[in-house]
């Protein structure tokens, strides 16, 4: 099956430093990547679409420029949270789309904790 | 904008017991794909079934199936000889034909009891 892999898994960061969160398909090529939110207790909530090659486009209400999404390959995503605070502690998942299906294979996520 | 509902926020099953699932969707569209996802306790999400709205046929993986009725917007999944590791949040999601975004239901916490 499809694998997707994240890194880091956990990560604890001082308020208003960034932390990358990497994305990456590891048996196939995505052109397409997606990048969500979860809190606890809750659904996932689409932050942005990642298409390789070009610019992020982002949900509303999410902030580009806090959110910075690079897909520079076709295996590879970044989210940099940028200046980061206390609430966007979260949980952040990643997703990579089987070309020509509409499947998407998620990856283990990120638990961010901004102190 | 489509809405998934998911309107059972918790269920429990007994062990080789058969439980289902309800979701109900909002759509304009004629084609679409409709999925469910499980998120066990690690949180990491996994396809558990999918079907296409053009197919009559209701999709069947193993012990999972679903109940698709298009024309009343439903999309139940059946789990049958539930398992201890089918305790899990389980999602119903909807993808429009050409727009590949996942729209999820609040989800359903399930728990299989020994």
């Known amino acids: 099956g499809a694998v997707v892999s994240q890194h880091p898994s956990r990560v604890i960061c001082k308020s208003g430093t960034s932390v990358k969160i990497e994305c990456r398909s590891l048996?196939?090529?995505?052109?397409?990547m997606f990048w969500y939110r979860q809190f606890p207790k809750q659904s996932l909530m689409l932050m942005a679409t990642?298409?390789?090659?070009?610019?992020?486009?982002?949900e509303q209400g999410v902030e580009k420029d806090k959110f910075l999404i690079n897909h520079a390959s076709l295996t590879l995503s970044t989210l940099t949270v940028t200046s980061a605070h206390p609430e966007d502690s979260s949980f952040y998942i990643c997703?990579?789309?089987?070309?020509?299906?509409?499947?998407?294979?998620f990856g283990p996520g990120t638990r961010l904790t901004v102190t | 904008a489509q809405t998934v509902t998911q309107s059972q926020p918790e269920m429990s099953v007994q062990e080789a017991e058969t439980v289902t699932l309800s979701c109900t969707y909002d759509?304009?569209?004629?084609?679409?794909?409709l999925f469910w996802y499980k998120q066990p306790p690690s949180r990491q999400m996994i396809l558990v079934i999918r079907?296409?709205?053009?197919?009559?046929q209701n999709a069947t993986e193993n012990r999972f199936s679903v109940n698709f009725q298009k024309a009343a917007k439903s999309f139940s999944l059946k789990i049958s000889d539930s398992q201890l590791g089918d305790t899990a949040m389980y999602f119903c999601s909807y993808s429009g034909a050409g727009s590949y975004q996942l729209t999820f239901g609040k989800g359903t916490k399930l728990s299989v009891i020994p």
């Open positions: 997703s990579a789309r089987i070309p020509s299906t509409y499947e998407q294979y």
């Open positions: 079907q296409e709205a053009y197919k009559q």
């Open positions: 990642s298409n390789e090659g070009s610019k992020a486009t982002y």
């Open positions: 759509t304009s569209e004629s084609n679409y794909y």
């Open positions: 048996d196939f090529q995505a052109t397409t």
